[in-house]
Structures are given as C-alpha cells and as structure tokens.
C-alpha cells in the first residue's frame, strides 16, 4: 500500500528557500512504472502542477516556476524532495507529494502540508 | 500559456444527472490530453476518481463515468447523491511532461 509523507517547515521567511521531502513506502520509488510530483493549492483556490521526476533523475518543471524549482530524488533514503526558492506570500499553499503511472493521470496523493510564507 | 477551463459552480437535485466539463482556452480536449478528474472535500486531499477520459479509479462508483463531448472532457454524475457534493478538479497533459489544471468546479447538490 502506497504511503506519501510530506515533511518539513510549516513557515517560510519572504525571500528564502522552501525545503519540502516526501518519504515513500510500500512501493519502490525506483520503479520504472511511477513519476513523482509536488503539487500546491493556495489555501481556498485550485490546483497547480509544480514538478515532476523520475528515479533516473529526470526532470519536468512548471514554465511558470522553473526558475525558482528544483526537485531531486534519493533513491537510497526513497524520498524526493522540492526546493522553492525567493518565496513571497503567493507560494502559501498546502503542498502535495504525488504519484502517477506513465501518461497517466491517475495521481496518487500525499495528505499535504500546509506551507506559509510570512516574516 | 494555455489555461484549462471548468465552470466554477454547478448545483443538482438529488437523484439528478450532471456534466462538468474541462475545456481548454484554445483549442479542443481529446483523449491525448489523458483528462482526468479529482474530488476534494474540505480539508482533505484530492482523490483520483477518473483518468485518461473515462477510466474510474477503484472503488469509484459507476454514477461517475467520463467522457469527451464535443471539444471538452466531461464527468457526468448520474442520480447524484448527497455526498457527491465537493470540489471537482481536471487535469490535461500538455506533452513534454507538463500537465495543467482546471480552476475546478464547486458542486453543490440540493
């Protein structure tokens, strides 16, 4: 059974890096059938697509957030993990680690963590 | 940029039928697009229910089917029930690994 656990600090200062790990168990996130993504929702609005990667270490970013996001895997630990960096308030959101299989949409989702952006 | 379309709100009488939709600002939805859809209930995560146009995810009922209509994916709930009454959520993918959102829409059932 597939368990994702996002982990990291609820409070994020304007301007620094947003550090985020999703841990998996029950499955291995070195299997070549899964993609694993972040994904936000600004608290009250809708979803956005954030990030994806694949064990091997590739890659898919947002257009919008590219230069600001960084997504990485550790296979060893089985965790990927995100970095946000030059937060304002517009990236307060809960945040969600996800799996999907290969052109699928069939996301799979962690319980969220709700990250705010604040001084 | 391309920006995925649903109606903000819809209502249904209980026992009714209901179509969402998920457009895109240009251009149709077809089955490359993998349309899928999510339901969310306040404070809790997004749950898949349809993927790749019309497949259900387990232990979705049969009331939920998808489909493409016209120029838009659709997710049609027959004999609504009350408990159906949440946020729902489309999803299309664009190629080259990007997907993107619809606005989604707040069904009420009264």
């Known amino acids: 059974q597939l368990q994702l656990q996002e982990s990291g600090p609820g409070l994020v200062k304007p301007s620094e890096t947003l550090s985020l790990t999703c841990i998996v168990s029950?499955?291995?996130?070195?299997?070549?059938?899964?993609?694993w993504d972040w994904i936000r929702q600004p608290p009250g609005k809708g979803l956005e697509w954030i990030a994806t990667?694949?064990?091997?270490?590739?890659?898919w970013y947002n257009p919008s957030l590219k230069s600001r996001v960084t997504i990485s895997v550790d296979t060893s630990k089985s965790q990927f993990s995100l970095r946000l960096s030059s937060v304002t308030a517009a990236d307060t959101a809960v945040y969600y680690c996800?799996?999907?299989?290969?052109?699928?949409?069939?996301?799979?989702w962690g319980q969220g963590t709700l990250v705010t952006v604040s001084s | 940029q391309t920006v995925v379309t649903q109606e903000p709100s819809f209502s249904v009488s209980p026992g009714g039928t209901v179509t969402l939709t998920c457009g895109l600002s240009?251009?149709?939805?077809?089955?490359?697009?993998?349309p899928s859809w999510y339901q969310q209930t306040p404070g809790q995560a997004p749950r898949t229910f349809i993927y790749?146009?019309?497949i259900r995810s387990s232990g979705v009922p049969d009331r939920f089917s998808g489909s493409i209509l016209g120029n838009k994916a659709a997710l049609t709930i027959t004999g609504a029930q009350a408990d159906d009454e949440s946020d729902y959520y489309c999803?299309?993918?664009?190629?080259?690994?990007?997907?993107?959102f619809g606005g989604g829409t707040k069904l009420t059932v009264l």
């Open positions: 029950g499955v291995s996130i070195s299997s070549g059938d899964y993609y």
């Open positions: 240009s251009g149709s939805v077809s089955n490359s697009y993998c």
């Open positions: 790749n146009t019309n």
């Open positions: 999803v299309l993918y664009m190629g080259s690994g990007l997907w993107v």
């Open positions: 996800a799996r999907h299989t290969a052109d699928r949409g069939d996301f799979d």
């Open positions: 990667i694949y064990y091997s270490g590739s890659t």
